[in-house]
Nanobody, 126 residues
Framework: QVQLVESGGGLVQAGGSLRLSCAASGGTFSGYATGWFRQTPGKEREFVGALSWSGASTMYADSVKGRFTISRDTARNTVYLQMNSLKPEDTAAYYC???????????????????WGQGTQVTVSS
């Protein structure tokens, strides 16, 4: 069974940076599309960005484009979300997710991802 564990969240001032990590066990990221989502209380889970199964392509929500970057280290079986120029509105619990089918396309829909981490909280103070 694939398990994903996020880490790296915390409290940061506006304009600061954080790097979130998502480590996989019981499976690999290689060959699988991976997504990052975020959620605040009372709201639906929101797409942040995704990495294609090959690792060659990324896509991002307009709200984070140019500030956030997704990357993958296959040797460490870890996916990262580098977050720069953070804003208070970026405050949320952040989740990584992996698709269940090998070489399936990356997606903005949370319904397309099978495996999820437990989330890590990011709080940006103004």
């Amino acid at each position: 069974q694939v398990q994903l564990v996020e880490s790296g969240g915390g409290l940061v001032q506006a304009g600061g940076s954080l790097r979130l990590s998502c480590a996989a066990s019981g499976g690999t990221f290689s060959g699988y599309a991976t997504g990052w989502f975020r959620q605040t209380p009372g709201k639906e889970r929101e797409f942040v960005g995704a990495l294609s199964w090959s690792g060659a392509s990324t896509m991002y929500a307009d709200s984070v484009k140019g500030r956030f970057t997704i990357s993958r280290d296959t040797a460490r079986n870890t996916v990262y979300l580098q977050m720069n120029s953070l804003k208070p509105e970026d405050t949320a619990a952040y989740y990584c997710a992996r698709r269940g089918v090998l070489r399936s396309v990356y997606s903005r829909s949370s319904d397309d991802y099978k495996y999820w981490g437990q989330g890590t909280q990011v709080t940006v103070s103004s």
